[in-house]
């Protein structure tokens, strides 16, 4: 009889402390969706002529941080625009470093006036790479 009384105050007590643990803990993301995330991130920023935020998800002066100033120095009309778009391909991890291969489309349409023009063109196979840089991920 006492074995079932205290069985029975053990498994209340431990039901009390789950049921009071109340902080949720989201687990890490997992270094594929992270760099996906990054990479759509930085193509938007691009995108949106967001260029410092663009250069944020990248390694200063690598490859990727030296595109975002090529794009910023092209001379824009104010009614023109240019979308990145990318389409997923695969994303392999090697330790500290990983590389993301796209399909990327690039659409620029400029407007004079009422007359629009827009022209597409698509980089298969384009790869990204990347590293983990104080335990966040950069283009590189």
């Known amino acids: 009889?006492?074995?079932?009384?205290?069985?029975s105050t053990l498994v209340i007590f431990l039901v009390?402390?789950?049921i009071g643990c109340s902080?949720?803990?989201?687990?890490?993301l997992h270094d594929?969706?992270?760099?996906?995330?990054?990479?759509?991130?930085?193509?938007l920023?691009?995108?949106?002529?967001?260029y410092e935020l663009a250069k944020t998800y990248c390694i200063p002066n690598g490859n990727a941080y030296q595109a975002v100033e090529v794009y910023q120095n092209i001379p824009y009309l104010d009614s023109s625009t240019l979308i990145f778009t990318a389409y997923?391909?695969?994303?392999?991890?090697?330790?500290?470093?990983?590389?993301?291969?796209?399909?990327?489309?690039?659409?620029a349409t400029v407007c004079f006036?009422?007359?629009?023009?827009t022209?597409?063109?698509t980089l298969y196979n384009y790869s990204i790479y990347l590293a983990r840089v104080s335990g966040a991920w950069k283009l590189k």
Not at 1 to 7: A, D, F, G, Q
Not at 45 to 50: F, Q, Y
Not at 113 to 117: L, T
């Open 1 to 7: 009889m006492k074995n079932k009384i205290l069985l």
């Open 16 to 18: 009390l402390s789950l």
């Open 23 to 28: 902080g949720v803990v989201t687990p890490p």
């Open 32 to 43: 594929k969706e992270e760099i996906l995330i990054l990479v759509n991130n930085y193509l």
């Open 45 to 50: 920023a691009l995108s949106n002529r967001e």
């Open 88 to 107: 997923l391909n695969y994303i392999e991890v090697y330790g500290i470093n990983a590389e993301i291969n796209i399909n990327l489309t690039l659409t």
């Open 113 to 117: 006036g009422d007359i629009c023009a």
């Open 119 to 121: 022209e597409s063109e």
